[in-house]
Nanobody, 122 residues
Framework: QVQLVESGGGLVQAGGSLRLSCEAS????????MGWYRQAPGKQRELVAT???????NSADSVKGRFTLSRDNAKNTVYLQMNSLKPEDSAVYYCNANIVATSNPFTSRDYWGQGTQVTVSS
């Protein structure tokens, strides 16, 4: 079994910062891309940022210059540092990872965390 456990959400004032963490655990053979998505009420889930196993990142235009994604491969953990937060950043943030499990080392699949709420007050 593979699972993703998120932490670090909460309530912050506009202009503040939060750091989200997501640790993958279980029967993992290899982790490919990791990242974060978010979903606000009444909206579709959208990409925030992703990072490959070699450190290449991709992020939404709306968060560039404010959010920084990093990864610790030794800890199977991805971090999202969110600065200069805006009320429109409020959403449930979901961790995502593309993982090859030891139970089936010939293919990979996407796993999702349970989600963590980020609320930015104006």
């Amino acid at each position: 079994q593979v699972q993703l456990v998120e932490s670090g959400g909460g309530l912050v004032q506009a202009g503040g910062s939060l750091r989200l963490s997501c640790e993958a655990s279980g029967s993992i053979f290899r982790i490919n891309t990791m990242g974060w998505y978010r979903q606000a009420p009444g909206k579709q889930r959208e990409l925030v940022a992703t990072i490959t196993s070699t450190g290449s990142t991709n992020s939404a235009d709306s968060v560039k210059g404010r959010f920084t994604l990093s990864r610790d491969n030794a800890k199977n953990t991805v971090y999202l540092q969110m600065n200069s937060l805006k009320p429109e950043d409020s959403a449930v943030y979901y961790c995502n990872a593309n993982i090859v499990a030891t139970s089936n080392p010939f293919t990979s699949r996407d796993y999702w965390g349970q989600g963590t709420q980020v609320t930015v007050s104006s």
